[in-house]
């Protein structure tokens, strides 16, 4: 079982690497990124899960099913979820480990795992990616659903990550990535930048809803390339970091931990 520790002091990196760039229509500077991504996904928690159904037209079960799985999820292991949001890479991750095993859920959105609580029951944790408060060598198996673009910090982030995976143990990160060709980049953006935030306005009537999805398009464009994010995963110790494409946008961006 995995074992609740005191909060750890955050990695000091001289050369952090973030995700994108600040992203200045949306806050003033990086400093004051991380306030804001806090404050948007708590305002938008109510409204989370039906957006994200709407937009993947309800294949995001099926997919999040078989991605676990062809990482290497299976019965009785311990996982952390990180960045839980509302839930539903817990829950199927639940679903595959068992009674055997044991899946905790971690954020820093209060909000987000109130509505988590209402679909899978698991242990939650209010806490940051960065820094994970469980001892080393805790897990088996670690997840991160569409949430590496709201990171601090991705070397002390994937420093984390190794540190609490057992021997052996394994990192999935689930991302969206902008297709390669210039067709298949044209049409996903109008699709994410444009009829996404209207779908999320026209059923919630919140504004806040239509920047969170804004904002969600716009992190993906300016993130870092799919070969700076494997570097650092190799950077922090992980094993033959590997990415895995789907349906030309999804990212599976897998790691072991030298082990047993």
Not at 176 to 198: D, M
Request: aromatic content about 12%; overall charge neutral.
């Amino acid at each position: 079982m995995a074992i609740l520790c005191a909060m750890p002091s955050p990695v000091q990196d001289k050369n952090p690497l973030i995700p994108h760039p600040p992203l200045k229509q949306y806050y003033a500077d990086e400093d004051h990124r991380r306030g804001f991504v806090s404050w948007l996904f708590d305002e938008t928690a109510c409204h989370y899960d039906w957006i994200i159904r709407a937009m993947s037209f309800g294949s995001g079960n099926w997919y999040r099913k078989k991605a676990l799985v062809r990482a290497g999820l299976r019965e009785n292991m311990q996982v952390l979820d990180v960045a839980t949001g509302t839930g539903p890479v817990a829950k199927t991750a639940s679903e595959i480990v068992g009674p055997g095993g044991q899946v905790f859920g971690l954020d820093r959105s209060i909000n987000m795992m109130k509505e988590a609580r209402k679909v899978v029951s698991v242990p939650f944790i209010h806490s940051d990616a960065g820094r994970l408060p469980f001892a080393d060598n805790s897990f088996d198996f670690l997840s991160m659903g569409y949430a590496l673009r709201h990171v601090d910090d991705l070397n002390s982030t994937f420093e984390e990550y190794f540190r609490v995976l057992k021997p052996g143990g394994t990192v999935l990160i689930l991302e969206l990535t902008q297709p390669e060709s210039a067709i298949g980049r044209k049409f996903v953006k109008f699709y994410l930048r444009q009829i996404v935030p209207k779908i999320a306005y026209l059923g919630s009537r919140s504004k806040d809803a239509e920047t969170l999805m804004t904002y969600f398009w716009d992190t993906i464009e300016n993130c870092v390339s799919p070969d700076t994010i494997l570097a650092a995963m190799s950077q922090s110790g992980f094993e033959n970091p590997g990415r895995n494409r789907a349906l030309s946008i999804f990212s599976e961006y897998t790691g072991r931990k030298p082990g047993a």
